[in-house]
């Protein structure tokens, strides 16, 4: 592991959880595209090693903020993802051992539409959405989390609608989240397919984490929500396009 590499993890695991503890997302996605864009870890290593900083993020995030999580869209959300957090690890190991240029293809598109979720805010609801409703983005979250350890942006989109605090929010997502990263490492474990640096990388990242998610709750910066978002979006967009261009120019 030499001293760039890991001095270049520590720096991004820092912006992408101090951008996750603002808005309650981002961090898989913007890591994950990163470690693609520079090549320092195999993506399916690097999958494992943003399960382990998730939970990290997680726990510094909800050690205060446990209470404000909305238990129903909580419960409901686990109940989908988890069965589709198998189908997803699934399909990595597939593309992985077939075509790594398809990998970084789909992992592109996917920063790319949750980039652009960002930007076009989907109307708020009046009420709680349906049952169904939160388990059907909670599986398709579980998808992604399976595939990339990113099971954000479909359930980002849908829990932002609802008439919640940003803080209930941002907690549930959180939440939500550690879960699904804690069912990925457990199965990652079970199948027998640990990376062997996989916790090394993740000790890198950590004091990173562990900052970032704490400076951005002490301190956080004086920007309204809106102008967060379009932060995460430019850096996604961008993230999401430097890996889809390539391929398709190719």
Known sequence: MPSEGVALFLLLSFAAAYVQTLTGFAFGLLLMGAIALTGLIPLPDAAVIIGFLTLANAVVVLVKGWRAIALMPFLLSLLGAIPMIVVGYILLNLLASSSLVALRLVLGLVIIMSSLQLILRPAACGSLSSKPSFVFFGAL??????????????????????????????????????????????????????????????????????????????????????TMRRLAFVLLLMSGLSLVVPVIAG
Do not use: K
């Open 141 to 226: 979250g579980g998808l992604m989390g399976g595939l990339f350890s990113t099971a954000g942006p479909p359930l980002v989109y849908h829990v932002y609608r609802q008439p919640l605090s940003h803080a209930a929010i941002r907690e549930t997502l959180v939440a939500v989240f550690a879960i699904n990263a804690m069912f990925r490492l457990v199965l990652v474990t079970a199948s027998g397919e640990w990376p062997a640096l996989a916790s090394i990388w993740a000790l890198a990242g950590l004091p990173g984490v562990l900052v970032a998610s704490y400076a951005a709750r002490r301190w956080p910066p004086q920007l309204s929500q809106n």
